[in-house]
């Protein structure tokens, strides 16, 4: 049974599709396997940020981008933030709001 893909916000959608177009193409292949395998989605395409939140990773020649998500109950899954990554490390800012929109869902 397959996993639904949520967004946080409309924004974070929008932030996503504007990205370059061959990080949205990964990104959409990823987010099949997600919605297909849930947590079983692994390195080198997700990983555990901790405090229940994780990375979709879509890359491409033009930059590599960044989906941070959640699971929720009834096989839902979140997308709580986006962003293109500039530097190797996750910047500070971009956690700060993932994990506190994270904390909002997960009180419901």
């Known amino acids: 049974m397959a996993f639904t893909i949520e967004y946080y916000h409309p924004r974070v959608l929008a932030t996503i599709e504007a990205w370059p177009v061959d990080v949205v193409a990964d990104y959409a292949r990823l987010v099949e396997l997600l919605s297909k395998h849930g947590p079983a989605v ?5 990983r555990a940020l901790g405090q229940g939140l994780f990375e979709l990773r879509p ?3 033009s930059g590599t981008g960044r989906a941070l998500y959640c699971f ?4 839902r899954i979140v997308i709580v933030h986006a962003f293109l990554k500039k530097t190797r490390t996750t910047p500070g800012h971009d956690l700060a709001i993932a994990r ?3 904390k909002e869902i997960q009180r419901g």
Request: no cysteine; net charge positive.
């Open 72 to 75: 929720v109950q009834d096989r």
């Open 42 to 46: 692994g390195m080198p395409h997700s």
């Open 100 to 102: 506190q929109r994270t």
């Open 59 to 61: 890359r491409g020649r």
